[in-house]
T-cell receptor, first 118, second 111 residues
Framework: GAVVSQHPSWVICKSGTSVKIECRSLDFQATTMFWYRQFPKQSLMLMATSNEGSKATYEQGVEKDKFLINHASLTLSTLTVTSAHPEDSSFYIC??????????????FGPGTRLTVL | DAKTTQPNSMESNEEEPVHLPCNHSTISGTDYIHWYRQLPSQGPEYVIHGLTSNVNNRMASLAIAEDRKSSTLILHRATLRDAAVYYCIPRRQNQGGKLIFGQGTELSVKP
């Protein structure tokens, strides 16, 4: 199957700083990428959908000015957590999908990035 | 979104078959039923998907009820590596193919 990588795999930062997380599709072009957040013992929560070259679409309740998403190329999307606070500490996971909107397109998930805000 | 109901947890013995049920009674006619699993501290991994007919692949089998209101993921011989949270997800085509995760079933496998 296709490979999606994330960098860094974990990060610790001080409250008030910004953190950037990268998501790359290594062997395919991803027209659409998704960002999820997962708190301990909970399920994945979809934060936003990004299509290459256009603005991300955020799910209800997700602050777009706090979680900046850029999808500048077909193989790279970035999530920047601005002015991070301890409540932003979570496991951030991206996924990537090829092609159009058809149901047959499989999504490939990255390994996740563990963010800890002190 | 189609709502899903799965058992919170299930246990299995190694080398035995496991049947993981999922109810999705509000599924629409064009929703594919996807199953993903998530091992501890990893991203989810695709398992299988189907629309109406039963499906088989190297990882598992998917049995879909005739009315499509429920499905069952079948692991034919559970191994310790199959211990994970299993998510059943109806995926709606007109939502851009978004995968909306429910609570899933945490499967533990005993040696």
């Amino acid at each position: 199957g296709a490979v999606v990588s994330q960098h860094p795999s974990w990060v610790i930062c001080k409250s008030g700083t910004s953190v950037k997380i990268e998501c790359r599709s290594l062997d395919f072009q991803a027209t659409t990428m998704f960002w999820y957040r997962q708190f301990p013992k909970q399920s994945l929560m979809l934060m936003a959908t990004s299509n290459e070259g256009s603005k991300a679409t955020y799910e209800q309740g997700v602050e777009k000015d706090k979680f900046l998403i850029n999808h500048a190329s077909l193989t790279l999307s970035t999530l920047t957590v601005t002015s991070a606070h301890p409540e932003d500490s979570s496991f951030y996971i991206c996924s990537a999908r090829t092609g159009g909107l058809g149901n047959y397109n499989e999504q490939f998930f990255g390994p996740g990035t563990r963010l800890t805000v002190l | 979104d189609a709502k899903t109901t799965q058992p919170n947890s299930m246990e299995s013995n190694e080398e035995e078959p496991v049947h993981l049920p999922c109810n999705h009674s509000t599924i629409s006619g064009t929703d594919y039923i996807h199953w993903y699993r998530q091992l501890p501290s990893q991203g989810p991994e695709y398992v299988i998907h189907g629309l109406t007919s039963n499906v088989n692949n190297r990882m598992a089998s998917l049995a879909i009820a005739e009315d499509r209101k429920s499905s069952t993921l079948i692991l034919h011989r559970a191994t310790l590596r199959d211990a994970a949270v299993y998510y059943c997800i109806p995926r709606r085509q007109n939502q851009g193919g978004k995968l909306i995760f429910g609570q899933g079933t945490e499967l533990s496998v005993k040696p």
